[in-house]
């Protein structure tokens, strides 16, 4: 992966952009001890790393603006971070950047039950959200695996998903008002605690801009009272095919589950070496959960287990009790961490419509023979959000570029079935140079249109979500 | 002169030859307002694309009649979740609604409180820009986040950004039973209170409204036919405290949705036509502050639907409640005005898809 050459005229400034910082912010809010800016070179993507100029770590919204004023006059680019989860790059800083990092952000502004939202700031993490309502039976939807870890800040910059969000949508769907401070110091409230907001729909576009637009400092949040009660169902095949053709009968037969999540043989192999799980040795196995009272369970699960049924399973495993469930959910969570023993290995998250899915899987197994790297699948299956983790040894020299090249064909072999690069993780600096594989030259001028009116002076994340030479000149206008 | 184009091709070239203000129309159901210029209907650039049921996806061309998709979806026993609002009754407008213009309207129904808007539903789509320019956006699967999502953008920009060629979208199945509760409310905050008491449980409620006009309130649940007796039943306990409850099943479930879907209880009315969305516990402060001649609130209270006097300024006297507020039938703008820093945005984002100002000037900003 390549990144623009920083630039020699901004790395000169930094004594200068670094005192005009300290000069209007508490002295802990500015870091440049290299020491401990250390921790901001990467993100979870953690073979490129950079050390950035500097960090800046406000405490409010007005320091967020005064600091982006300050950039924006010296010509600085940079680079909006919240928790460094994110798989694609999107917080990498450059030489001549620096961070700007939401973590001191992290209150609940506002509870309103009645209305069904809170209203947070964006440094607090996913799963704290819910955490704040939970006490009282609510919970917030979209929920990425990095939950623990990751801010509804890098949330919002990504569009993230989540096991769950085949019924509650991603965070686009459950977001309704944001505050907005863009890389002129210009703060901007867009929507509300309203179902909608006004006019031209400034918000879906803020969302999955990859801090590209503004720094989202707070956001209001659609909370959803807890279900009573949620089981899983285990089910193996002795094909992909098989599994791929249950899933598109469960959907048309009206039922709704929660998640449906898919693991391929590799995969299972793995996972069950690691977590000892119990799955049984099949080609593929489903896991779906649904939701509701004891008896809604039932009925759902009986609908699921008799549509399973047609397709000669060769394992259904349904879950009575909240033990039961964690076991069958338990060789899935594991599933990353399992093929973390075997190797180093890449996450991608190509979406491809559902029916193409045996094709997919297959074109996927010949190509790891060809170029000689294993690969294991995990799969939101009923939205398509496929995640094939491929196996490498980063401590031998040329394996990571070839990964990246095995990725990147597989990422063009989504968009030639009909589906796209990324459906959660966001391009950042991982998928940018596939952008034209997916869109044509007119298609990404129509959204580079949408940063040149927000960040005229393109210093927000710059080199990310555009091919490099696209954005190019865009990027060096200042210089 | 008046366009017909029959494929998104023609389209781009009748966008680029002109420096007329072009009027866009779909099946023109939906125009509550006279815009200025040539008329540009997409009516003729229809037809469903793709259709797989077992992945819930449809791709369709932007003139399709909203019948035909409907019909297709029913086959199937699928449906538009999002429920589009349909204003032909309301506002005496003749033709056939496009699946264009419903996504160009982001007409969201009463289901929006459960199951998302219309521009939830939209997966990709397919426009020519002011200067012709043909472009495309997010795709046909369900998970997108390649670059911005220009696909929310186009959603209820009412042509004015660019002309919708193409759209896909989700789809969700039909629900094998509907029931709804029905009870009597006075006023607009009892009727809220009984709302949000619903909206605030487990039972996943797709629909709640309150009729003024009959003075009626109504709680929908759709699923299962076991986990709707079993969610009735358990909803019926929770607000029985509000008073007596009746459950409506199926047919007579279903037609009391289809009423608020057209406004029917705010037709053959006189009187200019508001939509006010605010947070739902608001929705009887508006009342109040507006004293409408006659509303429907859906959404828990938080989209009310009203008829005012002729010439009623309702902005002005939503005075400092948080929310906002659409003309469809008056003289005054038909969209709120924005704050100033993001009027420069909208404005701004407006002369980068239309520099040649030519797309429904005048109707949004």
């Known amino acids: 992966m390549e990144m623009p050459i920083p630039s020699d005229f901004r790395i000169a400034r930094k004594s200068e952009l670094m005192s005009r910082l300290r000069a209007v912010l508490p002295p802990e809010c500015v870091i440049d001890d290299p020491m401990e800016t250390r921790a901001y070179e990467c993100d979870a993507l953690s073979a490129y790393r950079c050390a950035p100029l500097g960090v800046v770590l406000p405490y409010t919204t007005e320091q967020v603006a005064t600091a982006l004023k300050i950039c924006f006059e010296m010509d600085i680019p940079v680079v909006p971070r919240g928790a460094g989860t994110s798989l694609a790059g999107g917080s990498l800083p450059t030489a001549d950047s620096i961070i700007l990092g939401v973590a001191r952000m992290n209150d609940v502004l506002e509870t309103d039950y009645a209305n069904r939202f809170v209203r947070v700031q964006t440094g607090r993490t996913n799963l704290s959200v819910t955490g704040a309502v939970e006490a009282d039976g609510y919970f917030y939807a979209p929920d990425p695996s990095s939950q623990l870890a990751c801010a509804i800040a890098g949330n919002i910059a990504m569009n993230s998903g989540g096991a769950h969000c085949l019924k509650y949508g991603v965070t686009s769907n459950n977001l309704l008002g944001v505050r907005l401070v863009t890389m002129q110091g210009e703060i901007v409230d867009i929507g509300g605690a309203q179902l909608d907001a006004a006019g031209m729909d400034l918000l879906g576009v803020i969302c999955g801009s990859e801090g590209q637009l503004g720094v989202v400092t707070e956001a209001t949040l659609r909370i959803l009272h807890k279900p009573e009660g949620a089981l899983p169902v285990l089910i193996g095949f002795d094909s992909n095919e098989v599994a791929g053709a249950c899933v598109s009968d469960i959907i048309r037969a009206g039922v709704l589950p929660v998640a449906i999540e898919f693991m391929d043989r590799p995969c299972i192999r793995a996972t069950e070496e690691f977590a000892k799980a119990g799955y049984p040795d099949c080609e593929a196995l489903l896991i779906i959960e649904v939701e509701g009272s004891p008896l809604e369970i039932e009925e759902q699960l009986e609908k699921i287990m008799s549509i399973a049924a047609a397709h000669d399973p060769v394992e259904v495993r349904r879950a009575n009790d909240s033990d039961e469930a964690a076991r069958i959910w338990l060789g899935r969570k594991s599933a990353f961490g399992a093929m973390g023993q075997i190797n180093d290995y890449m996450c991608l998250d190509g979406t491809i419509p559902v029916s193409k899915l045996p094709y997919v899987l297959r074109r996927i197994g010949e190509m790891s023979q060809q170029f000689g790297l294993g690969v294991g699948n995990v799969f939101h299956a009923g939205d398509g959000n496929m995640h094939p983790l491929i196996l490498y040894n980063a401590n031998e020299p040329g394996q990571l570029e070839l990964c990246e090249q095995f990725g990147a064909e597989i990422l063009k072999l989504c968009v030639e079935v009909g589906g796209c690069l990324t459906g959660e993780h966001g391009v950042g600096i991982e998928k940018r140079d596939l952008m034209d594989h997916q869109f044509a030259p007119d298609d990404l001028e129509a959204q580079m249109a949408i940063k040149d009116v927000f960040d005229p002076k393109w210093l927000l994340n710059p080199a990310k979500v555009f091919p490099l030479a696209a954005s190019e000149r865009r990027r060096d206008q200042g210089l | ?365």
Not at chain 2, 71 to 88: G, V, Y
Not at chain 2, 158 to 170: A, N, P, Q, R
Not at chain 2, 242 to 259: H, K, P
Not at chain 2, 284 to 310: E, L, T
């Open chain 2, 1 to 365: 002169m008046d366009y017909q184009p029959t494929s998104e091709a023609e389209l781009s070239e009748i966008v680029k030859a002109t420096t007329n203000p072009l009027a866009i129309v779909g099946g023109g159901t939906r125009r509550a307002r006279p815009v200025k210029g040539d008329m540009v209907s997409t009516a003729g650039i229809s037809g469903i694309v793709d259709y797989e049921p077992g992945a819930l996806t449809m791709v369709a061309r932007a003139g399709t009649p909203l019948f035909e998709i409907e019909a297709t979806l029913a086959k199937e026993n699928q449906q538009l979740a999002f429920e589009p609002l349909s204003l032909a009754g309301i506002l005496g407008s003749s033709g056939h609604s496009t699946i264009g213009g419903v996504f160009a309207a982001n007409a969201s129904g009463s289901r929006r409180i459960q199951a998302g808007a219309a521009r939830d539903f939209l997966l990709g789509v397919r426009f020519v820009d002011g200067a012709g320019k043909i472009v495309k956006n997010g795709g046909r699967v369900m998970k997108n986040v390649t670059g911005y999502d220009l696909v929310k953008l186009l959603a209820g920009s009412w042509g004015t950004l660019g002309i919708l060629s193409e759209v896909s979208f989700k789809v969700l199945p039909i629900s094998d039973v509907s029931a709804t509760l029905s009870m009597k409310a006075d006023d607009p905050k009892t009727a809220i209170d009984i709302m949000t008491t619903c909206m605030n449980t487990a039972f996943d409620v797709t629909g709640a409204a309150y009729d003024a006009v009959a003075g009626c309130v109504y709680i929908r649940i759709e699923g299962f036919e076991k986990s709707v007796a079993y969610r009735s039943g358990a909803l019926q306990q929770i607000v029985s405290k509000f008073g007596a409850v009746d459950i409506l099943e199926m047919t007579a479930s279903r037609a009391v949705w289809t009423q608020i879907q057209n406004l029917s209880m705010l037709q053959n009315r006189d009187g200019d036509l508001w939509r006010v969305s605010v947070k739902p516990t608001d929705g009887a402060n508006v009342v109040h502050a507006i004293s409408p001649d006659a509303y429907v609130m859906d959404w828990s209270g938080g989209s009310i639907w009203m008829r005012v006097s002729k010439g009623m300024d309702v902005r002005g006297a939503l005075g400092s409640i948080a929310g906002h507020a659409t003309c469809y039938v008056g003289d005054a703008a038909m969209f709120h005005p924005e704050p100033e820093n993001v009027r420069v945005l909208t404005d701004a984002i407006r002369r980068k898809y239309d520099p040649k100002a030519i797309l429904n000037q005048g109707l949004m900003g």
